[in-house]
């Protein structure tokens, strides 16, 4: 089973390991196209801007990108980008699920937390894309999960 999910997600390999996936989830215009550009630009590599199709395999869930949107991003200000070959990843287990909110709605020392999706508990993070620390935050995010 295949759903369609109104996110944006990005691949990180965390000290040499293979990709894995973060899922940016938010309302329109919320900055999930920016923080992943901000990623990419850092190494990461884009694996759907805007809708990401998610399924489970085993005991990962992967995404990837609905074929109409392979390769694009949008660019706010700019337009709709293709992004080049070394920028793209075609599918990643999801690794973790990045909920955008603005700074006043995050807690300083948040508890852990995880979400159900297709059967398999992952590990969420609330987080604020416009941040200057916002990609390195989430870089050490990912590092602990690959860790623990």
């Given at each position: ?66 074929a109409r ?49 297709l059967g ?28 623990a």
């Amino acid at each position: 089973m295949t759903v369609l999910v109104h996110a944006t997600c990005v691949a990180l390999r965390p000290r040499g390991r293979t990709w894995r996936a973060i899922l940016l989830r938010g309302p329109s215009g919320a900055g999930k196209s920016d923080l992943a550009l901000r990623l990419i630009e850092g190494g990461a590599r884009l694996v759907a801007d805007d809708q990401t199709e998610l399924v489970r395999r085993g005991n990962s869930v992967f995404a990837t990108a609905p074929a109409r949107i392979a390769g694009l991003i949008e660019a706010r200000g700019v337009g709709i980008v293709r992004l080049a070959r070394d920028q793209l990843v075609a599918r990643a287990p999801v690794a973790l699920l990045v909920d955008l909110a603005p700074p006043e709605r995050l807690e300083r020392l948040p508890e852990p937390a995880h979400e159900r999706l297709l059967g398999l508990d992952l590990p969420v993070l609330m987080l604020a894309p416009f941040e200057a620390s916002a990609s390195a935050k989430l870089r050490l995010a990912l590092a602990r999960i690959a860790v623990a």
